[in-house]
């Protein structure tokens, strides 16, 4: 199985290259917004769109994804909520696993559930360890997932799930704070567990500004997600 995402993003850590996800939820770009959102992704020179949400219905992820494909070759990546949004029009998975939360469901049962889904599909599966530090809202990963984020302020802890993470296998970490947190993931966090693995870091949650954005790269982000800021058309960048 081809592995270009996962190599992508270790070379542009090789060559200092920060890289930057631009998150869609199908339940929030119609189909024929997608042209235009397309047109405001590659003005932003992001690297990938990851495509995901909390609510999408089945087979909505597929048709948004099939249209997405036709109107770029970014690369695109199943941020999925849950097994039933995996598509293989998409280049890659997250294959998630919620190791701050302690919920079967969130760590195996829903893993189990989308190997029909992707034992025959093309999809590159890249093992990543999903890291929920409290964004100081109740996020929709909190609500579905029934589980608590780590403190702000447990750096011990989140820094020992993500070295857990990479020790269970992981190829990535995603260290985030919940889609539209009002509390960004900590910097020391960010840069405490960026020094203790020795795997790539996705950031995400609640990033809007460039500062912001500036901030999560300096202590150690190497892949940022935008969301909520892109859909509201916000200019994080400047
Ligand atoms: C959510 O990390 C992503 O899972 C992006 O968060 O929507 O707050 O940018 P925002």
């Given at each position: 199985?081809?592995?270009?995402?996962?190599?992508h993003i270790?070379?542009s850590?090789k060559n200092?290259?920060?890289?930057l996800?631009i998150?869609l939820?199908p339940d929030k770009?119609?189909?024929?917004?997608?042209?235009?959102?397309?047109?405001?992704?590659?003005?932003?020179?992001?690297?990938?769109?990851f495509v995901?949400?909390?609510?999408v219905?089945?087979g909505?992820t597929?048709?948004?994804?099939?249209t997405?494909?036709k109107?770029?070759?970014?690369?695109i990546v199943l941020f999925?909520?849950?097994?039933?949004?995996?598509?293989?029009?998409a280049?890659?998975?997250?294959?998630l696993?919620?190791l701050?939360?302690?919920?079967?469901?969130y760590?195996?049962?829903?893993?189990?559930?989308?190997?029909?889904?992707?034992?025959?599909?093309?999809?590159?599966?890249?093992?990543?360890?999903?890291?929920?530090i409290?964004g100081?809202?109740?996020?929709?990963?909190?609500?579905?997932?029934?589980?608590?984020p780590?403190?702000?302020n447990?750096?011990?802890?989140a820094v020992n799930?993500a070295?857990?993470?990479e020790?269970?296998?992981?190829?990535l970490?995603?260290?985030?704070?919940?889609s539209g947190?009002?509390?960004?993931?900590?910097i020391?966090i960010?840069k405490?567990?960026?020094e203790?693995i020795?795997i790539?870091?996705?950031?995400?949650?609640?990033?809007?500004n460039?500062?912001?954005l500036?901030?999560?790269?300096q202590?150690g982000?190497?892949?940022v997600?935008?969301?909520t800021?892109?859909e509201?058309?916000?200019?994080?960048?400047n």
């Amino acid at each position: 199985m081809d592995k270009l995402i996962l190599e992508h993003i270790h070379s542009s850590i090789k060559n200092k290259k920060k890289l930057l996800a631009i998150l869609l939820d199908p339940d929030k770009c119609t189909l024929d917004e997608i042209p235009a959102t397309v047109e405001r992704i590659i003005k932003l020179s992001a690297d990938f769109i990851f495509v995901g949400g909390s609510f999408v219905e089945n087979g909505v992820t597929a048709i948004f994804v099939e249209t997405l494909k036709k109107n770029t070759n970014l690369p695109i990546v199943l941020f999925p909520g849950d097994y039933s949004q995996v598509t293989n029009h998409a280049d890659a998975i997250l294959f998630l696993s919620l190791l701050s939360g302690r919920n079967p469901e969130y760590l195996i049962e829903q893993q189990i559930k989308a190997v029909p889904f992707l034992k025959n599909s093309t999809l590159e599966i890249i093992p990543t360890g999903y890291i929920l530090i409290d964004g100081g809202t109740n996020s929709s990963v909190l609500k579905i997932s029934n589980t608590l984020p780590i403190s702000q302020n447990n750096f011990e802890l989140a820094v020992n799930t993500a070295i857990a993470g990479e020790y269970k296998g992981k190829k990535l970490i995603y260290l985030e704070a919940g889609s539209g947190a009002k509390n960004l993931v900590n910097i020391d966090i960010i840069k405490k567990v960026k020094e203790n693995i020795s795997i790539p870091l996705i950031v995400g949650g609640g990033i809007k500004n460039k500062i912001q954005l500036e901030n999560a790269y300096q202590n150690g982000a190497d892949i940022v997600v935008v969301g909520t800021a892109f859909e509201n058309k916000i200019d994080f960048k400047n």
